[in-house]
């Protein structure tokens, strides 16, 4: 790296115990939802991450003992010796990438269901399961004690085993014994396990003391510890009792990783809480009380913010989850002085909700992850083109965005020709709507990179008909001309019983308001039958211009969807502290001038509510007329991406543009061959 480099402080080594990164950029653990059911996919995705030049690469929470079970997630695991092949997989793709591979051991107490195992749950104290089933934990006894420790000590020589070069103990997320133990309110004991501070941490100085014992000679020991529960005095904070536990155990890890809990504050998306490095005011103490180096993370994606936090002596490792999934490369790109290139997260978290809803991780901003193994994607490598020479695309959504560009990068002459005067599709819409403001990273990232290339023409103000189509005498044509909200309150509840809208009735859409028009004066009813996040951030839009609104959703909860992206809560506390009027298990029946009619869900007893206008968010109509027009006319390839084809999330949208380009020129055959790779059950019987 030339010494010019401005950031060439986060490209020194840094000792960490007997192990050595070769740079400070750190992939903190991150769930996603791969684990020990995909482990194949999982090690791909963690070895592209050392290959983009992170010194050190997690896994992700690691159930260390059948009675931490917590299916049906597919977190990883090391029960026991046969778990080593599958974690060694991941340690080998890391080290062949030069970069040093960490996993994080875990025992989840109450946070456990053991759905699978039907093991007893464990707690400092007798209490119900953190997830909703009808089931307790019990209070450990000392010989439980005795155990957990056993138990973590044999994972961590099972770790070394497996090729690990760090080796965690986690106190954070609310999610594991360690941490249940420190909580007052989850440790009622009146033994040397409860009680004081020291006696609630003596299980994390045993785990500590024994992890380093069994492999500290070999592995660094980590302690991954939550500085603050963001509850004011309610809760842990970092200038009392967090601050005390890193003095209390200052040099006994050989890293410190500290972060908030729980984690919906410590993976916070851009809507809740918008500020890059939105953590440093909780950890900045921890490198003064400690001599060992420090990680800490907050959706850093700027490198001038993570070379002041180096230089200012908050953090010795720039740690990262989100950032590196929206950008394995993020080291390479800047150590390259190549920053514009950097695929910054947009803190959306739906790579949170893949894990949560159990099924591999995606992301807006990264088609590519999660793709690693199963179809051979590479974030910044794409094949060169075959005999084509041209493709038009339709659209410059994030679909038509991303087609474009993995096109441009493949070595067509792409022309991109937008209807509007502005390019960024419904990722420009909705940007302007309040919180999300770092969805419009997404076109920035692909206008950025098409405007640097000779290859690429791009033409706004232009909606074209499919004469214009065939005009330009382009064979290769990808329509990706979105997707627009109905009008008529029709969606997954109103399919048996449409609604009735009175002719004079005043209706708007997400597209509506998006465009700048403004119901009139007088109270809003918003009817939400999308469940993600549109209805709800119009509401908050609506409720802050003066407008009293009503809140009517079929679901028992406002934007239920949100659940998985760690929101739903902060969504309905802040529309119950603007005013609006939250009416749940209604299901769209009619709307007139003056009233928005709705059935109980469960009874279909009517209600109605008074209104001036009603806002709309049911489903969208595809936009395919161009695309239907095109069809007969002998192009030679054609195809419809993104919301036209299916309307989805923005993550969808640019998956399916990826898509696309990568399948372009390759045959039905081999795309219908290659659909994608599965790690399909071994049926041999295994030893017990
Ligand atoms: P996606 O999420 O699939 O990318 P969007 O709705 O975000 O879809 O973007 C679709 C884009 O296509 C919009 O910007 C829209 O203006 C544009 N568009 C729609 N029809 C045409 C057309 N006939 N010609 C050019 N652009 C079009
Ligand atoms: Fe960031 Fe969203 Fe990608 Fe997650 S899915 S890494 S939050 S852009």
């Known amino acids: 790296m030339s010494e010019a480099n401005p950031y060439s402080v986060l490209f020194e080594p840094v000792q960490i115990g007997p192990v050595t990164a070769r740079n400070r950029f750190f992939q903190v653990p991150h769930c996603n939802g791969m684990g020990h059911l995909r482990p194949r996919a999982e090690a791909a995705m963690r070895a592209m991450k050392a290959e983009g030049g992170w010194a050190v690469v997690c896994n992700?929470?690691?159930?260390?003992?059948?009675?931490?079970?917590?299916?049906?997630?597919?977190?990883?695991?090391?029960?026991?010796?046969?778990?080593?092949?599958?974690?060694?997989?991941?340690?080998?793709?890391?080290?062949?990438?030069?970069?040093?591979?960490?996993?994080?051991?875990?025992?989840?107490?109450?946070?456990?269901?053991?759905?699978?195992?039907?093991?007893?749950?464990?707690?400092?104290?007798?209490?119900?399961?953190?997830?909703?089933?009808?089931?307790?934990?019990?209070?450990?006894?000392?010989?439980?004690?005795?155990?957990?420790?056993?138990?973590?000590?044999?994972?961590?020589?099972?770790?070394?085993?497996?090729?690990?070069?760090?080796?965690?103990?986690?106190?954070?997320?609310?999610?594991?014994?360690?941490?249940?133990?420190?909580?007052?309110?989850?440790?009622?004991?009146?033994?040397?396990?409860?009680?004081?501070?020291?006696?609630?941490?003596?299980?994390?100085?045993?785990?500590?003391?024994?992890?380093?014992?069994?492999?500290?000679?070999?592995?660094?020991?980590?302690?991954?510890?939550?500085?603050?529960?963001?509850?004011?005095?309610?809760?842990m904070q970092a200038a009392e009792e967090g601050r005390a536990v890193v003095e209390?155990?200052?040099?006994?890890?050989?890293?410190?990783?500290?972060n908030v809990t729980s984690w919906a504050n410590d993976s916070a998306t851009t809507r809740f809480q918008p500020l890059d490095g939105y953590q440093n005011d909780y950890i900045s103490f921890v490198k003064s009380v400690t001599s060992k180096p420090v990680v800490g993370v907050g959706r850093l994606t700027s490198p001038d913010m993570m070379a002041s936090m180096v230089r200012k002596g908050i953090v010795d490792f720039i740690g990262a989850a989100r950032p590196s999934i929206a950008d394995p490369f993020l080291p390479t790109k800047?150590?390259?002085?190549?920053?514009?290139?950097?695929?910054?997260?947009?803190?959306?978290?739906?790579c949170v909700a893949a894990d949560s809803a159990g099924v591999p991780i995606r992301c807006t901003q990264n088609p590519t992850m999660g793709e690693e193994w199963r179809r051979g994607w590479h974030p910044e490598q794409i094949a060169a083109k075959g005999e084509e020479e041209d493709a038009l695309v339709i659209g410059a959504g994030p679909a038509g965005l991303e087609c474009a560009m993995q096109?441009?990068?493949?070595?067509?002459?792409?022309?991109?020709?937008?209807?509007?005067?502005?390019?960024?599709?419904?990722?420009?819409?909705?940007?302007?709507?309040?919180?999300?403001?770092?969805?419009?990273?997404?076109?920035?990232?692909?206008l950025h990179d098409l405007r640097q290339r000779a290859n690429v023409q791009i033409y706004t103000d232009s909606r074209l008909d499919a004469a214009q189509v065939l005009e330009l005498g382009i064979p290769n044509v990808f329509v990706a001309t979105g997707a627009q909200w109905r009008a008529d309150g029709v969606g997954r509840n109103t399919l048996r019983a449409r609604p009735t809208i009175a002719p004079d009735a005043v209706i708007l859409t997400p597209d509506d308001i998006m465009a700048g028009i403004r119901p009139p004066d007088g109270p809003v009813v918003i009817y939400d039958d999308d469940h993600a996040y549109i209805a709800g951030v119009i509401a908050e839009q609506l409720a802050v211009a003066g407008h009293a609104v009503t809140f009517v959703t079929p679901e028992p909860l406002v934007s239920s969807f949100t659940g998985l992206t760690l929101e739903q809560h902060r969504i309905q506390t802040r529309l119950i502290e603007l005013g609006v009027d939250i009416r749940c298990n209604q299901i769209l029946a009619g709307v007139d001038a003056a009233t928005v009619q709705s059935v109980c869900s469960f009874t279909s007893r009517p209600t109605q509510f008074p209104c001036g206008s009603a806002v709309l968010v049911t489903e969208r109509t595809r936009e395919t007329a161009l695309y239907t027009?095109?069809?007969?006319?002998?192009?030679?390839?054609?195809?419809?991406?993104?919301?036209?084809a299916a309307p989805a999330l923005i993550a969808d949208a640019t998956y399916s543009g990826h898509m696309a380009a990568r399948n372009f020129e390759r045959s039905d055959t081999e795309v219908d061959r290659d659909w994608f790779r599965r790690e399909i059950i071994d049926l041999e019987e295994g030893e017990i």
């Not at 950097?342 to 978290?349: D, H, L, S, V, Y």
């Not at 209807?419 to 076109?443: F, K, N």
């Not at 002998?634 to 919301?643: C, F």
Request: aromatic letters at 6%; a negative charge.
């Open 60 to 235: 992700q929470e690691t159930e260390i003992h059948p009675t931490s079970d917590l299916s049906p997630y597919a977190e990883n695991r090391l029960w026991d010796a046969r778990d080593i092949p599958a974690l060694r997989l991941m340690t080998e793709g890391v080290h062949a990438k030069g970069s040093l591979a960490a996993i994080e051991l875990a025992h989840n107490g109450s946070h456990a269901q053991n759905l699978l195992s039907r093991a007893p749950v464990l707690a400092p104290s007798d209490m119900s399961l953190e997830l909703v089933y009808p089931k307790q934990a019990r209070a450990m006894d000392k010989s439980d004690i005795r155990d957990l420790r056993r138990w973590h000590r044999a994972a961590a020589l099972r770790a070394r085993e497996a090729g690990f070069d760090i080796v965690y103990v986690y106190a954070g997320h609310d999610m594991t014994l360690a941490h249940h133990f420190l909580k007052p309110h989850m440790n009622d004991r009146s033994d040397e396990y409860g009680g004081s501070l020291e006696n609630r941490l003596r299980l994390t100085r045993e785990l500590l003391e024994e992890t380093h014992d069994a492999v500290g000679d070999t592995c660094a020991v980590a302690f991954r510890f939550a500085v603050d529960e963001m509850l004011g005095a309610d809760g």
């Open 248 to 258: 209390m155990l200052a040099e006994l890890p050989d890293l410190w990783d500290v």
């Open 334 to 350: 800047i150590e390259q002085g190549r920053v514009d290139e950097i695929r910054e997260c947009i803190g959306c978290n739906i």
């Open 407 to 446: 096109l441009a990068r493949r070595g067509y002459q792409v022309t991109l020709a937008e209807a509007r005067a502005e390019l960024g599709g419904r990722v420009l819409c909705e940007s302007r709507l309040p919180g999300l403001g770092a969805w419009i990273r997404v076109a920035d990232y692909r």
């Open 629 to 644: 027009g095109l069809q007969t006319k002998g192009l030679k390839t054609l195809q419809l991406i993104g919301d036209a």
